[in-house]
């Protein structure tokens, strides 16, 4: 804002501002940085077609005034009345495009402010989204680091549940393996005892001496009887046996 009140012309331009007063300066300061096409204040601190053809201007017509002033006589009551004229008017423009400047200024904070704002609510919505994933996040994490521990425990039991069960198939095969033994040897003996059971055959080994002398006598009979014959099935070499200890 300063640098828009305080003319800075390029000191190429000396001569020219060496004859004019700071009001005049000032109001071409202000007509070449605040017209509607105006100059940016590094244009118009640089040496400048537009800034040279209004100084030439002003300096021109500065001159007319003051040879004016002199033709209309020596220095009294209109000098002064004519300085207390300009002076204010002077004075005021230079509060009106102070103004200018200063609302101009204004707007340009009040729109930067609101701009400011907007992004201020942004951020800070953006910050609570941000602060609320992270802390659900953190509530997984957490949750899951608490996992860990009944996890563990129960891999643990897992283990060992597996270990007994692996050690009770290893025992229930032994059972089973021993019934089969049994099993097979009472098959075998109620085999042995079918084969054996039938009456009209003659066993291997006799139970009894009874049973002894009971087929020696079934093989006496035999030989006359066909209906003994018949009726048992006798071994070969119990024949001869008997047949043996008969004639002793």
Request: hydrophobic share 30%; net charge positive.
């Amino acid at each position: 804002m300063t640098g828009i009140l305080t003319p800075s012309f390029h000191i190429y331009y000396s001569k020219q501002l060496n004859q004019l007063p700071r009001s005049i300066k000032i109001d071409i300061w202000r007509r070449l940085t605040s017209r509607k096409h105006p100059l940016s204040l590094k244009q118009a601190s640089n040496i400048h077609p537009e800034v040279e053809d209004l100084l030439n201007k002003a300096v021109e017509n500065y001159i007319k005034k003051k040879k004016y002033q002199k033709m209309k006589g020596p220095k009294g009551t209109e000098s002064i009345s004519s300085d207390c004229e300009t002076l204010p008017r002077q004075e005021n423009e230079e509060l009106y495009i102070s103004k200018q400047v200063l609302e101009k200024r204004i707007e340009e904070l009040l729109d930067l402010q609101e701009q400011y704002k907007s992004r201020e609510v942004a951020m800070t919505r953006s910050l609570e989204e941000s602060g609320e994933k992270v802390s659900q996040l953190s509530d997984s994490v957490a949750f899951f680091k608490s996992m860990i521990p009944d996890t563990r425990k129960a891999i643990t039991s897992a283990e060992k549940s597996i270990d007994m069960l692996e050690n009770k198939c290893w025992h229930l095969e032994d059972i089973i393996s021993a019934k089969d033994r049994k099993i097979i040897a009472l098959v075998d003996q109620i085999s042995s005892h079918i084969r054996y059971s039938d009456i009209t055959i003659e066993p291997k080994i006799y139970s009894s001496t009874y049973e002894r002398n009971l087929w020696a006598k079934r093989h006496s009979e035999s030989e006359y009887d066909l209906e003994v014959q018949r009726k048992y099935t006798f071994r070969l070499t119990s024949s001869i046996a008997l047949k043996e200890n008969s004639t002793h």
